[in-house]
């Protein structure tokens, strides 16, 4: 089974601009969930979708938003970027939503702001 | 606030040893999860506990969890060069996949 996909890996862009990342879960898996990742941060909860639904939202401004679609792939875009929007995103992918099912990350798409 | 903490540790072993990290939260858990992470890459999913189990086994991994300390454990056993990582605890308030990670111990195995 292959695992989750998440494109691109890299990524450039300046401020003020937006970007859009991709995210392909496993096969059969309905939710999809995305983290930032910082140095300074850690790991932080952006938000989940299941269902083309975004069910959990984490404490991130409106510049960033997603959604689902009827395939579960999943898109995020940060709109007018920032310098501190440089991260690591990871999508993580997990059968269904509301239970004790694990979540399996992507490998992560490195954004850099300059 | 986060959930789900590592005691900031920085381990370096030699292969063959074991190696011991520990995670502590503040809240109630739905469950805890343990997962690796190599230089910046993707996270690894390494094991699950739900709060009702108290160890778990997978391999050269063993994990406890004790929700009474809200801390858990996890247990590398006889460790190789490959299992130098950065090693996150994830805990799951709700059970909604809304995972909260703490900062992450880092593990250097000398062969």
């Known amino acids: 089974k292959a695992g989750v996909t998440q494109t691109p890996r890299y990524l450039i862009k300046t401020r003020g601009q937006q970007v859009t990342l991709s995210c392909s879960p496993i096969?059969?898996?309905?939710?999809v969930s995305w983290y930032q990742q910082t140095p300074g941060q850690g790991l932080q909860f952006l938000f989940e979708?299941?269902?083309?639904?975004?069910?959990n939202k984490g404490n991130f401004p409106g510049r960033f938003s997603g959604r689902q679609f009827s395939n579960s792939r999943s898109e995020m875009n940060v709109s007018t970027l920032e310098l501190g929007d440089s991260a690591l995103y990871l999508c993580?992918?997990?059968?269904?939503?509301?239970?004790?099912?694990?979540?399996?990350f992507g490998q992560g798409t490195r954004l850099t702001v300059v | 606030s986060q959930q789900g903490e590592e005691d900031p540790q920085a381990l370096s072993i030699q292969e063959g040893e074991n190696a011991t990290m520990n995670c502590s939260y503040k809240?109630?858990?739905?469950?805890l999860q343990w997962y690796r992470q190599n230089s910046g890459r993707g996270l690894v999913h390494l094991i699950l506990?739900?709060?009702?189990?108290r160890e778990k086994h997978s391999g050269r991994l063993r994990v406890t969890l004790d929700t009474s300390k809200k801390s858990s454990s996890l247990l590398i056993t006889a460790s190789r060069a490959a299992d130098t990582a950065s090693y996150f605890c994830?805990?799951?308030?709700?059970?909604?996949?809304?995972?909260?990670f703490g900062k992450g111990n880092q593990v250097v195995v000398i062969p």
């Open positions: 993580a992918s997990s059968l269904r939503t509301g239970s004790n099912t694990e979540a399996f």
């Open positions: 096969s059969g898996h309905r939710s």
């Open positions: 979708y299941f269902s083309e639904t975004q069910r």
């Open positions: 809240t109630s858990i739905n469950n």
């Open positions: 506990i739900r709060s009702n189990e």
């Open positions: 994830a805990t799951d308030a709700y059970g909604n996949n809304r995972l909260a």
